[in-house]
């Protein structure tokens, strides 16, 4: 992706919080400068990956297939005596018709909430033992409070203000319904890890390459390392 895709991006995102009221810390705005100087007061957020995330899973098309992210709060799960945290928050906005790929967790538990905007459609199955698609056995969620059962590649839409919780090992495709607009989801969970709990159906990269045409407007949680040396 080019970084002046991810700038724009991050921009459009931030006029979509702003229309459905939605706020963000100060580090969301910090300058590159700002994430490099940051003493070790700040360390939970580059250390837990706080912040923006940009992603078109390697497609080079992110409208058709990505996923713009701010996570506001996490744990760890390798260091968690010091970051004790057993939850995460995140925000994650869906372009309309934008697909994110079919993937499970391993570890983490998560409630996916429609907080605004188009409709969310999760298209569902269980992972067998071998990580591939089991299309036999039902799909066991729970959805607003509501134990529902149902058919292995079934679709659960979700209107604003609907929500699904998700287990482990549970395969999940998401996509914004053409037409219905962009999706602003917002994501309760067990500690996440972005680089090590995401099992992709297909062989698809969770970040993308970066091209540095232009400035760093929004820095990245995968900038904090170059940024932080």
């Known amino acids: 992706m080019k970084r002046s895709e991810i700038n724009h991006i991050v921009d459009e995102l931030l006029d979509f919080a702003e229309e459905h009221k939605v706020y963000f810390p100060k580090f969301a705005s910090w300058t590159p400068e ?7 007061h700040y360390a939970e957020i580059f250390d837990t990956m706080l912040g923006w ?16 992210v701010f996570t506001f709060r996490n ?27 079919m993937h499970y967790h391993q570890l983490k538990s998560e409630d996916t909430i429609n907080r605004g905007g188009g409709i969310l459609d999760i298209t569902v199955y269980n992972a067998t033992d071998d990580d591939k698609l089991d299309e036999k ?33 549970i395969y999940h495709r998401w996509q914004g319904r053409p037409g219905t607009g962009k999706v602003m989801v917002w994501e309760v969970s067990s500690t996440n890890d972005d680089n090590t709990d995401n099992y992709f159906l297909e062989s698809v990269p969770r970040f993308s390459h970066v091209d540095e045409d232009e400035p760093i407007k929004h820095v990245l949680f995968a900038d904090y390392p170059t940024l932080r040396k």
């Open 34 to 40: 700002m994430v490099a100087n940051a003493d070790n």
């Open 53 to 68: 995330d940009v992603t078109d899973f390697g497609s080079d098309d992110f409208a058709k297939r990505g996923l713009a």
């Open 75 to 101: 744990g760890s799960y390798h260091n968690p005596e010091k970051y004790p945290k057993i939850y995460c928050e995140k925000l994650l906005a869906l372009e309309d018709g934008q697909e994110l790929p």
């Open 137 to 169: 056995n039902d799909v066991h969620v729970v959805k607003d409070g509501e134990t529902i059962t149902v058919a292995a590649g079934s679709v659960i839409s979700l209107e604003p203000g609907e929500s699904v919780t998700m287990t482990p090992r």
